[in-house]
């Protein structure tokens, strides 16, 4: 993957950065078939160094979200922010400040 050394002046273009935590039904992802591997995978990733498959659960929809699967939404000036993504030390190039 080609890293893009400006993509920290392109996420600071687009809005406050936040993360949002939602429910989606597993009917709504395009293929949940290995959403259990990722669940196990993700149990034992603290005594597994390369867990197979990767604990990742970007995944994306096709649709809107309704407001009722909204759990919570994380900007930047909460101090749960940090914690999940450690942006304080990104590389210069990646900073979203």
């Not at 078939?33 to 990767?54: G, K, M, N, Q, W």
């Not at 649709?63 to 759990?71: D, P």
Request: with cysteine.
């Amino acid at each position: 993957m080609k890293k893009d050394k400006n993509i920290g002046i392109k996420l600071r273009s687009i809005g406050m950065p936040c993360i949002i935590k939602c429910t989606i039904p597993l009917s709504s992802l395009p293929d949940c078939s290995d959403i259990a591997e990722r669940f196990l995978s993700f149990f034992v990733s603290d005594e597994i160094e390369y867990p197979e498959p990767t604990a990742g659960f970007d995944m994306p929809i096709t649709r809107n979200l309704l407001n009722t699967e909204v759990l919570e939404i994380i900007n930047i000036h909460n101090n749960s922010f940090e914690e999940l993504t450690n942006y304080k030390n990104w590389d210069q190039h990646y900073s979203i400040l």
